[in-house]
């Protein structure tokens, strides 16, 4: 029996609660093994909207671990994404074994400032566009974007659809969806 596929969520205060609990509840459903970390010390993180997340481990439980995917919530939780060192330890791990890195709405300026997949083809919340265009090659069309092991969204309304390409690149088709089916999304395609 293959092993479970697994997923590292980083958050930091002011992360878009939205992105983050809809993408790990979708991955959960798929029977993806989905660890929550803060990139601090502390237990628990304080959302854009003031939810509380308790994490399941602190950055550095999770440091020296290797996972199928690292996801990465906007809000504005991504500067303080940007500004961690261990974060940008992990991605630069994972980008050199070739993992998925997937960054929603304001995050891929986290992908920008610790150099990740240069060059790619990605999206973002539009406000944040101008940050990362000139690096990437930016698609202003789709809410998901794909390119090879990198996959990024536009917001929190565009979880859903971020939430399931994930659990599609590490579980395949028929099980995402089964899981949008599930939930009665019907924009799965």
């Given at each position: 029996?293959?092993?479970?596929?697994?997923?590292?969520?980083?958050?930091?205060?002011?992360?878009?609660?939205?992105?983050?609990?809809i993408t790990?509840d979708?991955l959960r459903?798929?029977?993806?093994?989905v660890?929550?970390?803060?990139?601090?010390?502390?237990?628990?993180?304080?959302?854009s909207?003031?939810?509380?997340?308790?994490?399941?481990?602190?950055?550095?439980?999770?440091?020296d671990?290797?996972?199928?995917?690292?996801?990465?919530?906007g809000?504005?939780?991504?500067?303080?994404l940007?500004?961690?060192?261990?974060?940008?330890?992990?991605?630069?791990?994972?980008?050199?074994?070739?993992?998925?890195?997937?960054?929603i709405?304001a995050?891929?300026?986290?992908?920008k400032?610790?150099?990740?997949?240069?060059?790619?083809?990605?999206?973002?919340?539009?406000?944040?566009?101008?940050?990362?265009?000139?690096?990437?090659?930016?698609?202003?069309?789709?809410?998901?974007?794909?390119?090879g092991?990198?996959?990024?969204s536009k917001g929190?309304?565009t979880a859903?659809a971020?939430?399931?390409?994930?659990?599609?690149k590490?579980?395949?088709?028929?099980?995402?969806?089964?899981?949008?089916?599930?939930?009665l999304?019907?924009?799965?395609?």
């Open positions: 029996m293959a092993s479970k596929k697994t997923a590292l969520c980083l958050l930091a205060d002011g992360a878009e609660e939205m992105e983050a609990v790990v979708i459903r798929a029977e993806v093994n660890t929550v970390s803060s990139i601090t010390d502390k237990e628990c993180v304080k959302c909207r003031d939810v509380k997340i308790c994490a399941d481990a602190k950055i550095s439980d999770v440091a671990k290797k996972y199928d995917v690292v996801i990465l919530p809000g504005v939780g991504w500067k303080l940007a500004e961690s060192s261990k974060v940008g330890e992990i991605l630069k791990a994972h980008e050199k074994d070739g993992k998925i890195i997937a960054a709405c995050a891929p300026c986290v992908l400032a610790h150099d990740i997949a240069k060059g790619k083809k990605i999206t973002s919340y539009p406000s944040v566009k101008k940050n990362v265009e000139g690096d990437y090659n930016y698609i202003e069309d789709e809410i998901v974007v794909t390119d092991n990198l996959i990024t929190p309304a859903y971020f939430g399931l390409a994930i659990a599609e590490l579980v395949g088709k028929e099980k995402a969806k089964s899981v949008a089916d599930g939930m999304y019907k924009d799965y395609k």
